[in-house]
C-alpha cells in the first residue's frame, strides 16, 4: 500500500498509526501552528502527489477548531495534488442537533455538514451516525458504519465468562431513538429479548426515564446507546433498572464524550460495565473497557 498516506490531526492518530502499520502505508505528518489572536493554520508535511489520501479525525471536544483544521489540511493536500481523498471522521460532533427544538434555532447539525462539504474529499464516513436524517444534510452523501458487531462479540464474551445464559438477557433501548441500533444488537446476539424505556429531557443535559415497558426482575440488562456525554441518560435509565429488580446492568456505547463526571455519574447510579469504542482518544479509568475499531476502518476504507 506504497501508494496511501494516511494523517491524523490530534484526535485519532493512535488510530491513524495502527491503521498505517497495518497496511504497512506512509504516516503522514502535519504541522498545526496557532497564532496569536486564535486563528489556526494546519499544513500537510508529507508529499502526496498523486497518493491515496485518508484522514482519520473526530470532531470532538473543541469540534469547532476539529472542523477547521479539518478543512485547512483537505486543501493543503488537494494543493500537493493527491490522488484521492477520503474523510473519516469517526465521531461526528454537532451530531445530536440535528432537529430544531425551539422556535428560531438553528439545525446545527446541517450548517456543520454544509462547512464540512466545502472542503474537497471523495468519500466521506463515520461511526453509528446519531439520526438517519443527518445522511440528508450531506448532499455529497456519508456513510455510516454501525458497530453492533464489535459489541455483539464483547457482550457474547462477557456472558459467557460470567456464565451468564442468554435467556436471563434483556437489550434495553434508552429510547425510541435508539430502537433500530438495539434490533441490530438483539439480530446478532440471537435469543435475547428486548425492553423500550420512555424517556423526557428537563433541559439539554439532564434526561429522566418514567416508563419501562418490560419485566427485567433478576435479569442482566443491556443498555447499548450511541453516544454517552454527561452520563445522564444513561444513570436515570440504570436505576430505573435496578429498581424494577435487575441484577446487573452493562452499559455500552460507540462515542465515549464523559463530559463533566460522566464516569462517576454512570458507576454511582449502579452500573455493573461500561464499554466504548475509540471514536474518542482519550485517558479514561481502568473500568470502562474501549474496543477497538480498526477493524471496522479497514474493511470499509
Not at 146 to 158: D, L, R, V
Not at 214 to 225: F, M, Q
Request: aromatic residues 6%; charged residues 25%.
Amino acid at each position: 500500500m506504497k501508494d496511501y498516506v494516511v494523517f491524523s490531526i490530534s484526535s485519532n492518530k493512535k488510530l491513524a498509526k495502527d491503521f498505517a502499520k497495518f497496511w504497512n502505508c506512509q504516516l503522514g505528518k502535519a504541522d498545526m501552528k496557532k497564532f496569536a489572536d486564535g486563528e489556526m493554520l494546519v499544513q500537510a508535511l508529507t508529499d502526496v502527489k498523486d497518493k491515496d489520501v485518508i484522514i482519520i479525525e473526530s470532531t470532538v471536544k473543541k469540534p469547532n477548531d476539529c472542523l477547521m483544521n479539518i478543512l485547512m489540511l483537505l486543501d493543503s493536500i488537494n494543493r500537493n495534488n493527491a490522488k484521492s481523498v477520503t474523510l473519516f471522521i469517526p465521531y461526528l460532533g454537532y451530531s445530536r442537533q440535528e432537529r430544531v427544538n425551539k422556535p428560531n434555532e438553528p439545525i446545527s447539525c446541517e450548517v456543520m455538514a454544509k462547512t464540512l462539504e466545502t472542503g474537497k474529499y471523495d468519500k466521506l464516513l463515520t461511526f453509528d451516525i446519531h439520526h438517519p436524517i443527518i445522511e440528508s444534510f450531506f448532499k455529497r452523501g456519508i456513510k455510516s458504519i454501525p458497530t453492533t458487531q464489535i459489541f455483539a462479540k464483547y457482550y457474547s464474551n462477557y456472558l459467557k465468562e460470567n456464565n451468564i445464559n442468554l435467556n436471563d438477557v434483556i437489550i434495553v433501548s434508552p429510547d425510541h431513538g435508539a430502537n433500530y441500533r438495539t434490533d441490530m444488537l438483539m439480530f446478532r446476539m440471537r435469543g435475547v429479548k428486548k425492553v423500550i424505556l420512555e424517556k423526557v429531557r428537563p433541559s439539554k443535559d439532564q434526561a429522566s426515564h418514567l416508563e419501562l415497558t418490560g419485566d427485567v426482575k433478576g435479569k442482566t440488562c443491556i443498555i447499548l446507546d450511541d453516544i454517552i456525554s454527561t452520563g445522564n441518560t444513561i444513570a436515570s435509565a440504570t436505576r430505573l433498572l435496578k429498581s424494577n429488580g435487575a441484577k446487573r446492568v452493562l452499559v455500552g456505547a460507540t462515542h465515549g464524550i464523559f463530559a463533566k463526571n460522566a464516569v462517576e455519574t454512570i458507576k454511582e447510579a449502579g452500573v455493573d460495565d461500561i464499554a466504548v469504542t475509540n471514536s474518542v482518544e482519550q485517558e479514561v479509568p481502568d473500568t470502562v473497557k474501549v474496543l477497538d475499531l480498526l477493524q471496522l476502518i479497514i474493511e470499509n476504507i
